[in-house]
């Protein structure tokens, strides 16, 4: 009996130890981590990310998208909301923001005066955790799978422009490439699939595909996998000398439905970037997407996993992090 029991305590502190060598900053995220300090936080967020949305549709994949940029570039730690100052240019003005719309920023800043509006939660909740919960709110108010969100990260003491380079995918991105980053922040091929659906909402500059319409390669002025219909569209809205500020839709069938439509636009040669269209082009990545595109609840399953894996990608703690008082600056 004391032998067995022994025996199941070293299997049991084995394991435990082997979880926190292998994830050791996860393990503190939970659901209802802000129980006992700012109880009402998911519905204040909540209220705030609806009444963005109602005045502009941007909230949407501005939000998504600065979630995305921020967990790869330093983890998730709102440090991509940091604002440069004095000498340090900070994340957000690298080139490689790629055009981070204001509207995101906007959207944690008013969700953080919401929530320090109410007294008990005055400077509890990092500006990393409003950031992932009204990332999961725009997702659920364009149509998308609402889903649990796991708190408890604390906001990045530091941000400059060169920590972002080579940090995020190109659109120009084969599947490899798109595989290495991806697994480089402990998320699978799957999982690179099923976020890239991110972009069934949203806009992107005319530059960020150009090549694939008019200089493609040597052989071929045209990108061969992109539908021909597509092609003449793209063309008309984004003409070769055409104004930088222009953004198009990524999904030209449902662009403010967070769907699956995404997997069905890559079937017909409408993905928009290399990097989207490669999922269906190779094979290796194919079968994946015409799985979703059949199923919207199979995507949607694999896209919750897939974000709240994004959501533990570097989380800091402890001394590593704090709770900024104004999520554009440090404390
Ligand atoms: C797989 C590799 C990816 C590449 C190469 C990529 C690249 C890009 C590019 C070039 C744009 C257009 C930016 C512009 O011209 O303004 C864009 C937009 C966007 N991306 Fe991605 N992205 C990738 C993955 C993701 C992921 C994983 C997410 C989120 C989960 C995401 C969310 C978005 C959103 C929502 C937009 C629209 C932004 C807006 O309208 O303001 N992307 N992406
Ligand atoms: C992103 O970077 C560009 C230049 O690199 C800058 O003009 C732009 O203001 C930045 N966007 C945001 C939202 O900071
Ligand atoms: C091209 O797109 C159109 C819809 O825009 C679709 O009807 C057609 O089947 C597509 N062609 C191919 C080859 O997928």
Avoid at 138 to 155: H, T
Wanted: aromatic content about 8%.
């Amino acid at each position: 009996m004391g032998k067995f029991m022994s025996r199941q305590l070293l299997v049991w502190s084995l394991s435990l130890s082997l979880c926190l060598l292998v994830s050791p900053s996860a393990a503190q995220l939970k659901q209802n981590f802000y129980a006992n300090t700012c109880r009402d936080v998911e519905s204040i967020v909540r209220n705030a990310v609806k009444a963005k949305f109602q005045q502009t549709f941007v909230t949407v994949p501005a939000t998504i998208r600065l979630f995305f940029h921020d967990c790869f570039v330093q983890g998730c730690d709102a440090s991509v909301i940091v604002a440069s100052s004095g000498g340090n240019t900070a994340e957000k003005d690298h080139p490689d923001n790629l055009s981070l719309a204001g509207d995101g920023f906007d959207t944690v800043i008013k969700a953080k005066a919401a929530v320090d509006a109410v007294p008990s939660c005055k400077n509890k909740v990092s500006c990393a955790d409003i950031l992932a919960l009204a990332t999961r709110d725009v997702i659920a108010l364009s149509g998308g799978p609402s889903y649990a969100v796991e708190l408890g990260r604390l906001d990045g003491l530091s941000s400059t422009s060169a920590s972002v380079n080579g940090k995020l995918p190109q659109p120009s991105f084969n599947l490899n490439q798109l595989n290495s980053l991806f697994a480089a922040n402990g998320l699978t091929q799957t999982d690179m699939i099923a976020l890239s659906a991110a972009h069934t909402v949203g806009f992107s500059h005319c530059s960020r595909f150009a090549n694939r319409i008019y200089n493609f390669s040597p052989g071929n002025k045209v990108d061969p996998t992109i539908n021909k219909t597509y092609v003449g569209q793209l063309k008309s809205m984004c003409p070769k000398k055409v104004d930088p500020n222009i953004a198009i839709d990524m999904d030209p069938n449902t662009p403010r439905q967070f769907d699956n439509m995404y997997y069905k636009n890559l079937q017909q040669g409408l993905g928009l970037f290399t990097s989207d269209q490669t999922l269906f082009t190779d094979t290796r990545s194919r079968p994946t997407v015409d799985a979703w595109a059949t199923s919207s609840s199979a995507f949607q399953k694999a896209f919750v996993t897939a974000i709240t894996k994004l959501g533990r990608v570097g989380v800091k703690t402890g001394g590593n992090g704090n709770i900024r008082r104004d999520c554009s600056a440090f404390n």
